[in-house]
């Protein structure tokens, strides 16, 4: 068989017969008539096509143990919310995207701890429980938090800067599956635009702000993973988030308190930001 624009699609397709794995095949198989169909639709010259290939080797050489520019690219294609949202089951908190800044674990720490390892901003008092889909507390389900700080740097932006760990937990429910923790308020933020992605959003004129949120891995036996965020109300780029992942039930109010009992209690000075919430993970199908 020749191989030209007419029989390129059928030629490919069946160079995979021999794919053991039915759903590896069947992915290759759509793969292929997607991509055979755009790049006939747009006819890219040869320069255009190099040029492609040259900004998808510079996103992978970009690509560290504490960056991950693939996972920015998918973000801000949409393609990261566009899989949330397709995989997402009925029943609990609604899931977002993951983000490309969940490259280190998050330490342990003990239920009220402050992630906050800096203590120069005002302190915020994070605190909700974690709950089955028919409202059953989930005690000892783990919270994995991770944030920016007050300026809107993770930790991994700023070694030297910021202390390793800095916004980052690993939380277990009590027995009411409450979790707490002390930290910072977030700030909005700049997703990284020193890579090929920033080129990418400067080409197409678009902004690389985020809203201000905290990140949330749950887990529970029996349920299925939730990856979250809590937004905070009244940040800008709420209506503009450049990965798209703003949900309107993840808003969330982060009141300023100057409750000194409540201060005391937890460990915090005046004045503070407080926010509670639930988190519902979905249980597991079958």
């Not at 997607?34 to 970009?62: C, D, K, Y």
Request: aromatic fraction near 8%; glycine fraction near 10%.
């Amino acid at each position: 068989m020749d191989f030209n624009e007419h029989t390129a699609t059928r030629a490919v397709q069946d160079s995979f017969r021999g794919t053991s794995d039915p759903r590896l095949r069947e992915l290759l198989d759509a793969l292929t008539r997607h991509l055979h169909a755009f790049v006939g639709e747009v006819r890219p010259s040869i320069r255009e096509w190099e040029h492609a290939i040259g900004f998808l080797t510079a996103v992978g050489q970009t690509c560290t143990d504490t960056r991950q520019e693939f996972v920015l690219l998918s973000d801000v294609l949409g393609v990261s919310m566009l899989v949330e949202t397709l995989n997402e089951q009925e029943g609990g908190t609604e899931s977002t995207v993951l983000g490309p800044f969940h490259m280190v674990e998050s330490p342990p720490r003990a239920l009220g701890d402050s992630i906050d390892l800096i203590g120069e901003a005002p302190p915020c008092l994070v605190a909700g429980r974690v709950l089955s889909s028919d409202g059953t507390p989930l005690s000892d389900a783990e919270v994995d938090v991770w944030q920016c700080n007050e300026k809107g740097f993770y930790d991994v932006q700023q070694p030297g800067v910021q202390p390793a760990g800095n916004g980052r937990g690993l939380f277990h429910t009590d027995s009411e599956g409450r979790f707490r923790f002390r930290t910072v308020l977030p700030s909005h933020y700049p997703i990284p635009t020193d890579g090929p992605v920033g080129r990418f959003l400067r080409a197409t004129g678009r902004h690389p702000y985020r809203p201000a949120h905290i990140h949330f891995i749950v887990r529970a036996d029996g349920h299925t993973p939730l990856t979250t965020h809590v937004f905070v109300a009244g940040s800008p780029y709420l209506d503009s988030d450049a990965v798209f992942a703003v949900k309107q039930s993840l808003i969330v109010d982060f009141t300023e308190s100057t409750g000194a009992g409540t201060a005391a209690r937890n460990g915090v000075r005046t004045p503070f930001h407080h926010a509670e919430f639930d988190l519902v993970l979905s249980r597991e199908l079958g």
